[in-house]
Each structure stands twice: as structure tokens, then as C-alpha cells.
């Protein structure tokens, strides 16, 4: 089974180091004809207008939208979830897929010099892990099949609404691969994981 995480800008190589860790089969998605050979799509952080800009101008988005109703699970990270949103609260106008049921704040964690790490209690995993917020989104609405698997400080910080899986920080930026693996079981790859 295939996993792809799209390489149109940002932090991508992370993640696919992140899954090659897990021994997934990954692959970096830059075109529609790489998208149709994953089973399951990372959107990665990054700048999310340039990486919108580019699924749109590929044909990537319109794909993204058919195989996420057919039921792809797709897990955007920071800028990865702000393009998931339906709606960006204080850039009304920016483009976004508008497949998950959740309203985002983009940079609402501070400025690049703010960055910070939280152990943050995440259940679905089994515990802590640690969260490197960098310039982070801030969810600040939810919709009802939303389902909120971390806060941070009150607010969501790592959802899940059906296939599609949400989070403001980065967890390709550490050691800790519960996440990814997390969403592989999502996919429902059948790996010999490094744990
Ligand atoms: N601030 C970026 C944006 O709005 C997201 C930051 C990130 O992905 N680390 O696209």
C-alpha cells in the first residue's frame, strides 16, 4: 500500500523520511498521476496559498476532492490542515480544499521566532508526545463530526473527521513516529513498524 505526501512546497522530505522510518512505502506527490497511485495523502506545512496555488494549476485539488469522497485518508499538518479547512477565519478570501468541517486561524501561535515544543497529552497514540508548534494554525471552530483528539491551552490541536486527520504541529520535526503511525493505521497499511 502506498502512501504519498505531497511535494508541491514545504516540509515534505521530513515526512517521507518520517514514513520510510515506519517501512512504509512512500512516495512524494507532485502530480495527479502520483496522487491516483496512493492509498493515503500527508499534505505537509509549508506556505499554504503557494501550495493551494499549485494543487489547483496541477489538477491536484480536483483529484484530492474525488478520492477524499471515495474515502482517501488524507492528514494535513499546519499548512497541510489550514488547506483542509473549510473556511480561514482571518484570510476569508484565501483558497482552501474545504473538505474538513473545521475554521482555522493561520499564524495564530506566533511569529517563526516563537516556535515552541508542548507535551501534549494525545490519547490515540498511547500518551505525551512532544509538538513543535512553528508559525501554527489555531482551530478555532469545530464542526460535529469533528472529533478533537489533543488541546492545547483549550483549544483543538489535533483532529479527526472520518478519513480526513488534523493537526497545527509537526511531528515530522521529531523522533517520535506515533503520529505517522497512527495515520498508516488509518490507511490500514500492514507494516513491520520500528516500535
Ligand atoms: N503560516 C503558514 C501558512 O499559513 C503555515 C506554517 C507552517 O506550515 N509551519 O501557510
Not at 102 to 131: C, H, M, T, W
Not at 136 to 160: H, M, R, T, W
Request: glycine share 10%; charged share 20%; aromatic share 8%.
Amino acid at each position: 500500500m502506498m502512501i504519498g505526501v505531497l511535494g508541491l512546497q514545504g516540509d515534505f522530505r521530513e515526512h517521507l523520511w518520517a514514513l520510510q522510518k515506519l517501512n512504509a512505502e512512500a512516495i512524494v506527490v507532485k502530480t495527479v498521476e502520483d496522487l491516483k497511485r496512493v492509498s493515503g495523502l500527508i499534505i505537509p506545512g509549508g506556505e499554504s496559498t503557494t501550495i493551494g496555488r499549485l494543487a489547483r494549476i496541477t489538477g491536484i485539488a480536483d483529484e484530492l476532492h474525488k478520492r477524499v469522497i471515495q474515502g482517501m485518508p488524507v492528514y494535513g499538518t499546519c499548512a497541510g490542515m489550514i488547506l483542509l479547512a473549510k473556511r480561514i477565519a482571518n484570510y476569508p478570501n484565501q483558497y482552501s480544499f474545504g473538505l474538513m468541517d473545521i475554521v482555522v486561524e493561520r499564524n495564530a501561535y506566533g511569529r517563526q521566532v516563537e516556535s515552541f515544543e508542548v507535551d501534549l497529552p494525545i490519547q490515540v497514540i498511547g500518551g505525551k508526545f512532544k509538538a513543535i508548534f512553528i508559525r501554527a494554525p489555531k482551530i478555532v471552530e469545530c464542526g460535529d463530526k469533528v472529533e478533537i483528539l489533543a488541546e492545547y491551552n483549550g483549544s483543538p490541536v489535533f483532529v479527526q473527521q472520518d478519513n480526513l486527520l488534523a493537526g497545527s504541529f509537526h511531528p515530522e520535526l521529531g523522533n517520535d513516529l506515533r503520529v505517522h503511525e497512527y495515520f498508516l493505521r488509518m490507511v490500514g497499511v500492514k507494516y513491520a513498524g520500528v516500535h
